[in-house]
């Protein structure tokens, strides 16, 4: 397997809703014989960033330029999603699980790393650190799938045919209204995230990509709770350091979640960003990248405290346990 990689001109990422793309030519590599498009910056220990279903690499633009100032930080395009070409086998969380490991093989990652997983990803993070725990230092869990049935009403009605395949028809009024449906702030929407969405969306695969990841994890009720189960269990068998973050406006994977991720995995630690929706790290960058910065530093830390809104009831407050 062959990889071309190389050190991107740093830029300044502030997290503010106009903050702008910086990208240098892409870089692609190897994985299973199919071509995968990726970014590495920094020195230091490794860390993947996962984006989620129907999304790309650049969700985490803001954290890839942050976090490079003092690790090694891959971002990855799952396949095919953005310039990854597709898979040859069926999609599934164990076939994506594989497949960040061939991404590491093709990397040379050779000592376990950080993952840092939005939505699907974080899915695809805890099943590689079920099957391949070796490879995992810790996990920071961003809004994640796996946690509970709900799913937003899109979701669910893509699930049904034909339905699914009109739905994507690429239009500009459905990527807007996708990108507003990420962010509680309506102003991260902006006009780059829009076009983007709906060049990604144009690729040949790309519906048939998404709707199989979709349908491999869940239907109309929502997300089965066979595969979450079992996925649940054996991470909480297991010593990895964990990071559950939610934001208290998600639209997309409900933060009453992030109650059964406490429940579920007791020795997480746990935050809930207020005022936030589905991608706590590009809405509020700055505090996303402190909180990593503090879970990989002490991932055995002393308990903290925090107060967030309550989601089960609005204008409720009340205290917020981070447990190492």
Known sequence: MSATSGRANPVAVNGSPGAAYHWDRPRHVTVAGRRVRHRIDGDGPPVVLLHGIGRTMRDFTEQHELLAQRFRVHSVDLPGYGGSLPMTEPYSLPALARFVAGYLDAVGVDQPAHLVGNSLGGAVAMQLAVTEPERVASLALVASAGFGQEVALTLRLLALRPLGRLMLRPRRRSALRVERALFHDPSFATAERVAYALEVARQPYTPRVLLETLRSLGGFRGVRPQWREKLLTQLAARD??????????????????????????PRARTHLFQDCGHMPQIERAAEFHRLLLDFWSAPGGATLTATVDDPRGAGKRRPATEAG
């Open 240 to 265: 990895v350091p964990v990071l559950v973050v939610w934001g208290d406006r998600d639209l997309i994977l409900p933060a009453a979640h992030l109650d059964a991720a406490r429940e579920r995995l």
